[in-house]
């Protein structure tokens, strides 16, 4: 198991739109976000995913690893200034193809706001 976490900042959201060209405006305006279910501004849903991605590369099972798939449930919103925990754990490896499935989590207070399973295919070490 490997985990994470991050404070979510207007800025993340901001520059996550800018790089996304996700431009919706339940993330980046106020007035019109406090119109919707949510009464606030929220972060991308793919943001958060993008926590996941970056775990797997940084920590479980490490650079060089590569996506095959990825499945999300979106379960509840990330506002700005929710710390985001986020843990993958193994949940079965195939060593002749290298592949690992993960269970990936992202979490707010203890609740699931992301969930999911990955492939990846690992990279391998040198023996």
Do not use: W
């Amino acid at each position: 198991m490997a985990e994470t976490s991050r404070v979510v900042g207007a800025a993340d959201i901001e520059a996550f739109a800018e790089v996304s060209g996700d431009h919706n405006p339940v993330h980046l305006d106020e007035d019109y976000a406090k119109t919707t279910p949510f009464g606030e501004r929220i972060a991308h849903g793919m943001l958060s995913a993008s926590f996941i991605s970056a775990l797997i590369a940084g920590k479980l099972p490490g650079a060089g690893a590569i996506y095959l798939s990825q499945s999300l449930r979106f379960r509840r919103p990330v506002k700005i200034g929710d710390l985001v925990v986020t843990r993958v754990t193994v949940k079965s490896l195939d060593e002749g193809k290298a592949h690992v499935v993960l269970d990936t989590v992202c979490e707010v207070n203890g609740k699931t706001v992301i969930d999911g399973e990955a492939l990846i295919i690992a990279p391998r070490r040198p023996k």
